[in-house]
């Protein structure tokens, strides 16, 4: 209770103060080297799940994407075959800070620079209600003690609503690629798609040359 009262008063506090250093930008040498392997990583994930057809348009959205360090790798990969598309990414604690003081979205407009058609949204999946081709969402928080333990209030907590909500707006013949960290969540994922009757693709552990985490990662492909 206690984690949780403090969890509201400073998300309270960052959203209401929206603090943060301006104009961030990444110099130092080991951090842009990861930051380039995950982004490798990225592609690389995203080429083994989806199976997309060349196409004029798409629109895409990235679900809890933080400071979206990633996103030169979504971005390239729909760029293999979109001639145009828009990439939207949703996130709802974008003025949490960093110890530099500089805030995700100061990071997420450094990582973002350049890149066409590309927007950081700031707030609850359960606002957007425009409808999307490719949906993306690593790690979403399905145990409540991971969500405390990040800093967000207790009420943000509605895995199998949020799950309902990101499904309902997929296109017709849209893609959801849900990635989830250990085998207990994947479990813990797997039933929430079960309870809710949406047909799913399970795609086991997820593997890339690039990177390779401390726990398994799990995909779930998802097909309207």
């Not at 206690?2 to 506090?13: C, G, Q, R, S, V």
């Not at 949204?121 to 209600?129: F, K, Q, R, Y």
């Not at 086991?204 to 401390?214: A, H, N, P, R």
Request: charged content about 30%.
């Amino acid at each position: 209770m206690f984690e949780d009262i403090k969890n509201n008063i400073d998300f309270f506090i960052r959203s209401k103060t929206a603090f943060s250093r301006k104009n961030y930008e990444e110099k130092d040498e080991n951090a842009l080297n990861y930051n380039f392997l995950e982004n490798l990583y990225t592609f690389d994930v995203l080429s083994a799940y989806f199976n997309p057809s060349p196409r004029n348009c798409a629109s895409v959205l990235d679900i809890g994407c933080k400071n979206w360090s990633y996103v030169k790798g979504e971005y390239n990969f729909f760029k293999t075959f979109c001639s145009e598309f828009v990439l939207e990414g949703v996130e709802i604690d974008v003025h949490r800070l960093y110890k530099n003081f500089y805030s995700r979205y100061e990071y997420a407009k450094f990582y973002m620079k350049g890149l066409k058609n590309t927007n950081y949204i700031e707030g609850n999946l359960l606002d957007i209600e425009r409808d999307y081709d490719f949906i993306i969402w690593f790690l979403p928080f399905v145990t409540q003690n991971p969500h405390i333990y990040w800093g967000l209030p207790k009420k943000f907590f509605m895995p199998e609503k949020l799950l309902q909500h990101a499904y309902s707006l997929l296109k017709k013949q849209g893609q959801l690629l849900i990635v989830n960290q250990g085998k207990d969540e994947a479990d813990i994922q797997k039933q929430m798609l079960d309870k809710l009757n949406i047909k799913y693709e399970e795609k086991g552990i997820v593997k890339s040359e690039f990177l390779q985490y401390k726990n398994d990662r799990y995909a779930f492909l998802i097909e309207k």
